[in-house]
């Protein structure tokens, strides 16, 4: 593509730059198009609409690319830790060991919640869905920490995105308690933020909790997996609520209610529901069928994704913990068989190839968590937890882009046209 992109309308021709990027398409740059040709531009889902300019995250869809500030997530899965790759988003360069360190620690000093924030719980059933709870506690922060909310600020803003990523497993970790009618446990600082983590769900204070260290790794690697993802609908919705310059816990409460969402974060749980609804290999057949029925809206969950059109490299990372946890574990269960032997079909059909759907991060997420102990209304609770990390980081990245401003899309209307109202007795 050249440097400028011309349009044509009616029989004026308008010419708009082009902007490149370190990798990736180049974007046509149309922010005067309205002013200019009183047109908008119309592209429902954002297909191809770049809607702000990013330094963390990097996907190539077509190759099954990820890399985070251009480190590969295969690389990050293995040799780092979620922490070290919380440290790299939020600050643009791995930590040195000083850096880490003091890393680290200040995060967590921010462990503890608000000792009133516990009464908030109650209000809650006992059932309520643990993202019912996220949505509303993560929100309530906002009523708490007054001394972390001035955007302008730099400082306040970093204090209010360490203060989000060390209490998000706390409140998380509360949530399940809640629901088991078991006692909140505090954190314990000498725990690493996975350790500690898994401590506050599945420890209680009569026992000393015994942390099995292959669960803690497949934990902190499935945070890794899920701490950013590029403008994904829920980090979009961060950055449009955080554009109005909304207080900072607000804005992840509400990427937290759209991460909820079963085509987005809630796909874990759907895709191991769906498992276990087939049950056993010889009744996927009919899944297939389903999924490929036009009339029926089934759909494979774990399977396809807005961007990859190869495959999920999270997939692949995925499939080989999954496999780790079950051995250690000792589980054998009938799920991943199903999940394995779908996956082999799923592949090799016509309808799959050709609409290019791959299983993706979600796929094999389920079957680890299950086998961990996590019922499956967790699942999307640690999606949200890792996933803080790459909200609060793109959110600083836009506060402090100059150019930020308000989000405000346009519309087609399609509405009827002005009209005089009727009053009630004459309609
Ligand atoms: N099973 C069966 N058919 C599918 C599936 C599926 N999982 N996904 C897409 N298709 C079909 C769809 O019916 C459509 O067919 P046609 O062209 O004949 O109308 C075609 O593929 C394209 O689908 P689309 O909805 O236009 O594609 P999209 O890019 O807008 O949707 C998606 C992406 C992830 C929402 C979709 O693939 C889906 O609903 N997958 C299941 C839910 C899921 O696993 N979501 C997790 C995404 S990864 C985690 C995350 O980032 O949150």
Redesign the pocket.
Known sequence: MGDSAKISVNDSEYEYGVHSGSCGPDVVDIRKLYSETGLFTFDP?FKSTASCESGLTYIDGGQGILLHRGYPIEQLAEQSSFMEVAYLLLNGELPSSKEFADFERTITLHTMVHEQLKELYRGFRRDAHPMAIMCGVVGALSAFYHDSTDITDPEQRMIASHRMIAKMPTIAAMAYKYAIGQPFLYPDNDLSYTGNFLRMTFGVPAEEYELDPVIEKAMDRIFILHAD?EQ?ASTSTVRLAGSSGANPFACIASGIACLWG????G?NE??LNMLREIGTPDRIGEYIDR??D?EDPF????????VYKNF?PRAKVMKETATDVLNTLGVDDPIFDVARELEQIALNDEYFIE?K?YP???FYSGVILSAIGFPTTMFTVLFAIARTVGWVAQWNEMISDPDQTIGRPRQLYTGPEQRDYVPVGSR
């Open positions: 889902g993802h994904n079963p085509a987005h974060g796909a759907a895709a999924a490929k036009k759909r494979l969950m774990g399977f396809g994704h807005r999920d609409k759907l993706n991060v979600d």
